[in-house]
């Protein structure tokens, strides 16, 4: 689905216009990936929970520890949350499913 691997920091978004094994179109419409942005949000809204419950169990007493743990994450987790999203919501709302067979 993207062109270069995750850990090329600088093009880590291009992506193929059409899947290269199946030629799939992955973008059905123009401006399709803007909802993705809410699959993102979710994502890092479930990251921060977690952080926070960390810290309630681990009963850390400190204010900003965990808002400068949950930015670095964050910060950290953008090309994985940029791709997740991503794919999750061509999954949900493409229209198009998984098929081993590439006929
Ligand atoms: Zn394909």
Redesign the pocket.
């Given at each position: 689905m993207f062109v270069h691997s995750l850990t090329n920091i600088a093009k880590f978004n291009v992506m193929h216009k059409a899947?290269?094994?199946?030629?799939?179109r992955l973008e059905p419409e123009p401006g399709f990936y803007q909802g993705a942005m809410y699959v993102g949000y979710a994502l890092s809204v479930a990251v921060t929970a977690f952080v926070f419950i960390l810290v309630f169990v681990l009963d850390i007493q400190s204010m900003w520890l965990p808002v400068i743990i949950v930015s670095a994450i964050m910060v950290l987790l953008i090309p994985v949350n940029y791709r997740y999203s991503r794919v999750l919501y061509l999954y949900m709302f493409g229209g198009i499913q998984y098929s081993p067979k590439?006929d």
């Open positions: 899947c290269p094994v199946c030629n799939e590439t």
